[in-house]
């Protein structure tokens, strides 16, 4: 049935989570289909399956770009950035960061997107790590320097950017995915984290418990959050950190953006419109299961996106995205 759908259209575009369970399904119906394929996977595990199908997407003469959203999407073309600024790259970080909000309603609700998010931060979270795809605990502790802000704490937690660059870029060592997230909330995340594994809790029972302590003590949370945010450099909303060599020095780059699409809907919606409308205008030539970094050119993307980008505030294109190279 889902086949013969499929074959009246154009193009697939999924957005049908969770996608562990409706990832590889619509992708094998739309290869067998023979039609193109978009979608906005956020899972890790389900991007690993969809990629080895790489080679039965080239024998349909299809083209399949998966993860073209808010994180993965954006991120990824953020890292197309920075890799671009290097002869070498060696590592990728993508950050996404939860303390900043993404649109005027920034209130903590149990959605999908909690129960994502518990999931992300249990069991074993892929990983690059000396050119290969491994599986560690999530939530490790990392100090991370951002130029011209300083240094923060971040911690490792599942997503697809790592399994994708790992496909994409040959050769990279190391590529992990980061979570800014406040200080006060680790110490609840590590406990409803080890309540999984142990299977104290499901997913959905442990993000109700992190909604229910966000709010029961909202107050002293917030103001905490607060006096300790006074002191904490503010990291942007989501960025990359590159490293690698440039001109044969130890070069890393940071590519950040200033202002994303308001909401996490528009955040996720809006680039998968635009990498729909770039690959129907014809500029996503190569067949088979890619990412967004292989599928398009980044300033294309970015300048196409720009004009949505509104919060916090407008920026003309040439000035939306930051680049950054340190040593």
Known sequence: ????????????????????????????????AKVNYLDICDDP???????????????????????????????????????????ETHELTTVWNIEEPVGDDNKLVFSAAIIHWMEQCSGTILECENGTLVENPPLTDISLNYPGRGKRTVYFVGHPEPVSFFYSYPGLKQSHCAMVMPQLWIREFRKLSKAIDNSDMTLEEAGKKLIEGSTSNFFFSNMMDRIIRLFTPRFPIFFVIAKGLKDGTLTRVATSIKSIPPGMANATGIPL???????????????????????FEADEFFNLLAPYCTFPKKWPPSLLIETLIFN
């Open 1 to 32: 049935m889902l086949v013969s759908l499929i074959r009246e259209s154009d193009v697939v575009i999924n957005c049908v989570g969770p996608f562990s369970l409706f990832g590889m399904p619509v992708l094998e119906a739309a290869i067998e």
């Open 45 to 87: 595990k389900p991007t690993k399956e969809m990629h080895e199908l790489n080679n039965r997407a080239k024998e349909s003469e299809i083209t399949a770009i998966i993860g073209v959203g808010a994180s993965p999407g954006i991120t990824n073309m953020l890292a197309a950035k920075a890799k671009a600024k290097l002869n």
């Open 273 to 295: 419109a635009m990498g729909t409308l770039l690959f129907m205008r014809g500029k996503v030539l190569q067949k088979g299961v890619i990412a967004p970094e292989i599928a």
